[in-house]
């Protein structure tokens, strides 16, 4: 594709309910990031692939937090049980080759609002 | 005290300033050095790198690294209305077990005519 493409853009949900954010990833990139941007601040990192393979979770805040990229493209956060804290614009990135070196291209995020 | 501090601004300047946005961190780890920017409803894009301590410089903008004082700033001359967004310093250990950037909270800049 164009760019790094993620849905849905805007996500408003019930505390306590699951919610999965996709992204699609620049087409052939290698890497793939999570960042979660509060109004006001810089991304903070949340985790990142190497095709299929988690490389650091460290960023996720805690176990309701998950990530997938099953067949090294397309990725789902996924957040359970959601808490109004969760509430940020959640960032997907992928850059080419996995060198922490290469240029990360920023997705358009999903607005999440839990009421 | 966070990894990288980012003066929030906002700072407002008329058309033709020099810009100067700055950003101090605290781990000697980091080896490379972004700046992003970001405007109003968009995802951060690339602006700049570096690896090394002194200057870079690309057209108008002007990227310094001081890793003596953890210390970096772009430089922006004859400054554009254009020029107004978010601008973001972000920094990485060049790890070989992490690829992960640390990003300051943004400096918002408003260039006006």
């Known amino acids: 594709g164009a760019g790094v493409s993620q849905s849905p853009r805007y996500k408003v949900t019930k505390r306590g309910q699951d919610v999965a954010l996709r992204c699609d990833p620049i087409s052939g990139h290698v890497s793939l990031y999570w960042y979660r941007q509060a109004l006001g601040q810089g991304p903070e990192f949340l985790t990142y692939f190497n095709y299929e393979a988690q490389q650091d979770k460290s960023g996720l805040p805690n176990d309701r937090f998950s990530a997938e990229r099953p067949e090294g493209s397309i990725s789902t956060l996924t957040i359970q049980r959601t808490e109004q804290r969760d509430s940020a614009m959640y960032r997907c990135?992928?850059?080419?080759?996995?060198?922490?070196?290469?240029?990360?291209?920023f997705g358009p995020g999903t607005r999440l609002t839990v009421l | 005290q966070k990894e990288v501090e980012q003066d929030p601004g906002p700072l407002s300047v008329p058309e033709g300033a020099i810009v100067s946005l700055n950003c101090t961190y605290s781990n000697s780890a980091f080896q490379y050095f972004m700046w992003y920017r970001q405007y109003s409803r968009k995802g951060p894009e690339l602006l700049m790198y570096?690896?090394?301590?002194g200057n870079k410089e690309d057209g108008r903008f002007t990227a310094q690294v001081d890793k003596s004082s953890k210390y970096i700033s772009l430089f922006i001359r004859d400054s554009q209305p254009s020029d107004s967004a978010t601008y973001l310093c972000a920094m990485s250990a060049l790890s070989y077990n992490t690829d992960k950037l640390i990003f300051g909270t943004g400096t918002r800049l408003q260039v006006f005519p």
């Open positions: 570096t690896y090394s301590s």
């Open positions: 990135a992928s850059s080419r080759q996995g060198r922490s070196t290469d240029t990360q291209y």
